[in-house]
């Protein structure tokens, strides 16, 4: 006879095992499809939630007028320090320019120098007025100076020179006249397309030129017109630079930067702030 | 006390005797054959299948019938030694016992049945015979050749591949009869008729279809595990009947005592 008793033991608890294997079964089966479909239903909320996002992005984006409006930029005082968002390794603190004085110093007597030497070589082409010259700031070999016929020989090449400076000016003023022909084109097709980028260009070409205020006005019109583009945003907040509001130029450079996290409009806030512009 | 469980698990203790022939469809259909095939000039008949799948209990049936109207002979174990094997066919074909010290010469008995031809026909029926030597096996064709002795063999299924691959056997065996295992409707008859025979019919009624369906899973309708699984099954019955018999009913078979079993003996795995 068999050790029953032991046996019975032996059956409970493979039924326990057999219960709990089936439920095992069971509750995988039931959770198999609803785990699916819950990482399925995640997937596609974080698919529409960036989605959304990249659209709430390019809605909060708004057009320079207004967030000047919002911003009360004329209001605001001359800002002192701006905290902006910080990211890892992206620093936007001031940067304080550093000049050396005596470099500076160096440059502006050589130039001054080099000046001087060009005009007394124009009028005397003395070897001694070109020591002298030169004698303050170069120590030139002897071997070095040129004899009377060089200098004879160089005296012809400097008004050679000035002949071809003289049809180089002339060059510049036919340039000047295509720039105008240009503004004048854009002006043109702006007029009959009215899209952002103949404003852009316009505000582009003011700028160049040194018409800050009417870069500044066309920069404003191509933002307006599309409020997404980088430049009009850059080009808008250079004029205003430019044209000493750099405090407004900054106010409204970081506004954009907190929508936008461009690293061209972080450089420019940055330059700005350090008076490199 | 005498408990009825005890009485029932002893029908199942697998022993081979004409009274635990069970008939059923497959085994009728099989017996029959192997009655026909002795009537044919066949000099030897293959009874091959897996262990437990009813070879040797229906070579007892067909001795225990036969052996009133044929001369025929049952070796129910094998014979290893060659010299006690022939000693056994001396003794059975001339009726007298070979004196101590003396054996039998395999080309004399050759020619003693060579004799006979024509006036005897003699029937051995050999069981495990894949324990028999090949040499062995060689006489036991030698003395089929001379259409004299007839012998019906019986093989494991997995050893007959190698034994009939030899030459010898091919051209020699003329019948084969695979024996298989009982399919559950076969089993459900053995069951029943088994324990109906001894008398237990409402401990059989109780036994349903399912009952048998998964003892049938567990044994595949072997006859010799079946047998074993419901002495096992039995005796957990004779206990609870002993110790605690309100766990049993008389009503409804137990599957409990079913897996209690199934797990005693190794099918099942706690």
């Known amino acids: ?277 | 006390m005498s408990s009825k469980f005890e009485a029932i698990k002893n029908i199942f203790v697998d022993t081979v005797d004409k009274d635990s022939y069970v008939e059923l469809e497959s085994t009728t259909y099989n017996y029959k054959i192997l009655v026909s095939s002795l009537d044919k000039p066949l000099k030897m008949v293959l009874l091959f299948g897996k262990p437990g799948t009813g070879k040797s209990m229906l070579l007892n049936k067909l001795y225990h019938n036969l052996k009133k109207s044929r001369e025929i002979h049952y070796f129910d174990a094998p014979i290893l030694s060659e010299k006690e094997f022939l000693r056994r066919i001396y003794e059975s074909i001339s009726g007298q016992n070979l004196p101590h010290n003396m054996r039998v010469n395999f080309d004399g008995l050759l020619r003693f049945c060579q004799n006979l031809k024509g006036k005897r026909e003699i029937v051995f029926l050999l069981d495990e015979c894949q324990l028999y030597s090949e040499a062995l096996m060689e006489k036991i064709r030698l003395l089929s050749d001379t259409r004299v002795i007839k012998f019906i063999i019986t093989l494991h299924k997995t050893e007959n591949e190698d034994v009939i691959a030899k030459e010898h056997f091919k051209t020699r065996i003329w019948e084969v009869i695979e024996m298989s295992n009982a399919n559950e409707y076969d089993l459900e008859r053995y069951i029943q008729k088994k324990m109906i025979k001894n008398g237990f019919m409402e401990i059989a009624n109780i036994i349903h279809k399912k009952d048998v369906k998964y003892i049938h899973k567990q044994t595949n309708g072997n006859f010799r595990e079946t047998n074993k699984y419901l002495y096992t099954i039995f005796d957990i019955y004779e206990y609870y009947e002993r110790h605690e018999p309100h766990k049993i009913s008389d009503k409804k078979f137990s599957k409990k005592i079913l897996e209690m079993a199934a797990l005693r003996l190794g099918y099942l795995h706690g």
Do not use: C
């Open chain 1, 1 to 277: 006879m068999v050790n029953t008793r032991q046996l019975e033991k032996k059956w409970y608890k493979y039924k326990i095992k057999k219960i709990f294997s089936v439920l095992a079964l069971l509750l995988f089966l039931i959770l198999l499809p609803l785990g699916a479909y819950y990482s399925y239903t995640q997937y596609v909320e974080k698919k529409n939630k960036s989605a959304f996002e990249e659209k709430e992005v390019l809605k909060n984006i708004k057009p320079i007028n207004q967030v000047m409006k919002t911003e009360n930029i004329n209001k605001i005082e001359p800002i002192e320090r701006v905290e902006l968002p910080k990211k890892e390794g992206v620093s936007l603190e001031p940067v304080i320019p550093i000049i050396d004085m005596e470099k500076e110093e160096r440059k502006k007597s050589n130039v001054i120098s080099h000046k001087k030497h060009h005009v007394v070589s124009r009028k005397k082409t003395h070897p001694t007025s070109h020591k002298k010259s030169t004698s303050k700031h170069v120590k030139a070999k002897r071997s070095a100076y040129l004899t009377k016929n060089e200098l004879v020989k160089n005296k012809n090449k400097l008004v050679k020179n000035n002949n071809v400076l003289d049809s180089r000016k002339l060059k510049k003023i036919n340039m000047t006249t295509t720039s105008v022909n240009y503004i004048e084109t854009i002006k043109k097709k702006f007029i009959s397309t009215k899209k952002p980028r103949e404003a852009l260009l316009l505000a582009k070409a003011y700028y160049a030129k040194g018409a800050y205020s009417k870069a500044e006005e066309w920069a404003l019109r191509a933002n307006k017109l599309n409020s997404t583009s980088d430049d009009s945003w850059l080009l808008f907040a250079k004029s205003k630079a430019k044209l000493g509001k750099r405090d407004e130029a900054l106010k409204i450079l970081i506004s954009y930067y907190r929508k936008s996290h461009s690293s061209k409009v972080k450089a420019l806030i940055e330059k700005i702030k350090a008076g490199r512009l």
